[in-house]
């Protein structure tokens, strides 16, 4: 732009000086023509360069490069990780049986593939390098004393001669750690009223039973023959199951509950029988004794598989197994954590 503009202030320079020249000449009397002047103009000026004025070009803003971020992966923990509602007692089983070789999810929760691990490996016998945490293995003598049972069964006036049944029977069917050894207490505790009492007692009025057994008595005046009369009683509501004949046969009373947990029906005492090697006669009369009240239980507590609910201290799953659903489920519960307690606090 200023090289412009000093270019027309040379042009009218040049213009004016042209003019002057001309006056000059007039005064001497010449008179110039248009091409005296340019020829004057000539002589005085030099060539005039107007530079041609680009118009300003805008700088190239290159635009700044863009930085995408790789997303963030989350370091996902190594090893099992327990659901939010699973259960710590599950989850350590779970690991346990995992060890074992178990095709499992350690998550906590018991579902249908845990459940079949665990019988599965019921069998094997647990040992102090497999056991569950604070499941330690032990032989019954270490864990159940006199003194023990004493605290537990305080209505119980035998507790000498139950420690020594207990110690002897135990082992036998691997109820050996504290967890088991607590679980099969409390279960028989709530059974038997803390082993005192090793039959079943069937003295029902005509309103216990329409509500209790309503499938076998429809009404109070259906049952009212059967008021306060025990043998009637088992023959009718323990009549054709369980391995039983019909009413008439009598074996409702004659296969009724014993033993610690109520070993009932005539299929479950035969194959009692043949476990311990004795008839069936035989074996009915043993039930009735203390030793074969607790071996009674022992058996049918290993057939059932119940040590497995014992590991993980699964007492919902133990009771169900025993009782048919989960009735005394909360005393049940309480009782194996008063044995458990002790147990554990005898042993320091």
């Known amino acids: 732009m200023l090289k412009g ?3 027309w202030l040379e042009v009218a320079k040049t213009v004016s000086e042209v003019l002057a020249e001309k ?7 010449i008179t110039a023509t248009m091409e005296d002047l340019k020829s004057i103009a000539a002589t005085k000026v030099n060539p005039v360069v107007v530079e041609e004025v680009k118009p300003a070009v805008a700088e190239e803003v290159k635009p700044e490069p863009v930085v995408v971020e790789s997303p963030k992966v989350e ?6 990780v327990m659901s939010p509602r699973g259960d710590p007692k599950v989850f350590e089983l779970q690991k346990e049986l995992i060890a074992k070789g178990a095709k499992i999810t350690a998550d906590g929760l018991m579902g249908p593939a845990t459940k079949k691990a665990q019988q599965q490996f019921a069998e094997k016998p647990v040992t102090s390098d497999t056991a569950p945490a604070a499941c330690h293995t032990a032989s019954a003598g270490d864990c159940v004393t ?3 049972l004493k605290k537990l069964f305080p209505t119980n006036k035998n507790c000498d ?4 049944a207990l110690c002897t029977i135990l082992p036998k069917y691997e109820i050996n750690t504290p967890n088991r050894i607590a679980a099969f207490l409390a279960q028989c505790e709530h059974e038997s009223g803390g082993f005192t009492v090793l039959q079943e007692n069937l003295n029902y009025s005509a309103e216990g039973l329409r509500k209790i057994f309503p499938s076998r008595f429809a009404t109070v005046a259906a049952a009212q023959p059967y008021h306060r009369q025990p043998e009637k009683i088992a023959n009718k509501i323990y009549c054709d199951r369980m391995g039983n004949g019909p009413e008439s046969s009598g074996e409702g009373y004659k296969f009724r509950g014993r033993g610690a947990i109520q070993l009932t029906g005539k299929e479950n005492y035969s194959n009692f029988a043949k476990s311990i090697g004795k008839s069936l006669d035989e074996t009915v009369a043993y039930c009735e004794t203390l030793e074969g009240a607790i071996c009674s239980a022992a058996w049918f507590w290993t057939t059932r598989k119940l040590n497995v609910c014992a590991d993980c201290g699964d007492i919902l799953s133990m009771t169900k197994k025993i009782n048919g659903g989960t009735i005394g ?7 194996y954590e008063e ?5 554990k606090s005898s042993a320091k």
Not at 161 to 164: H, P, R, V
Not at 339 to 343: D, M
């Open 23 to 29: 006056k000059l000449l007039e005064k001497e009397g």
């Open 339 to 343: 044995a458990l307690y002790q147990i």
């Open 75 to 80: 370091q996902k923990p190594t090893g099992p």
């Open 161 to 164: 001669a139950l420690c020594t």
């Open 146 to 148: 006199a003194d023990l």
């Open 329 to 335: 489920l909360e005393s049940r519960k309480k009782h």
């Open 5 to 7: 503009i000093k270019n």
